[in-house]
């Protein structure tokens, strides 16, 4: 299977992402975290960094309930146009 090519903003829109994972995550340890939504920790060490920035749906909401973190907090921080998003989140 091939996979087509990211496009710049979808690139970006990972990034966010993790960056949003990361800030969620605070104190808590990848390892921590990642196993208290079924993944590995270097699969949710790929999100982080923007190397897997496309996770399927289950994946997001399975981080969103180890931060306690609202879907829709996730969508309005990472939906197109938020780069004025607010920095800070709730966690």
Not at 8 to 26: N, Q
């Amino acid at each position: 299977m091939v996979r087509t090519p990211l496009t710049p903003w979808e690139r970006e829109r990972g990034e966010r992402f993790g960056a949003l994972l990361r800030r969620a995550r605070g104190d808590r340890s990848m390892v921590e975290v990642a196993a208290a939504a079924g993944l590995s920790a270097e699969t949710l060490r790929k999100i982080e960094t923007g190397r897997a920035p496309t996770p399927a749906f289950f994946t997001v909401a399975a981080l969103a309930a180890a931060l306690d973190v609202s879907l829709d907090e996730l969508v309005d921080a990472c939906a197109e146009g938020a780069e004025d998003a607010p920095e800070a989140l709730t966690a």
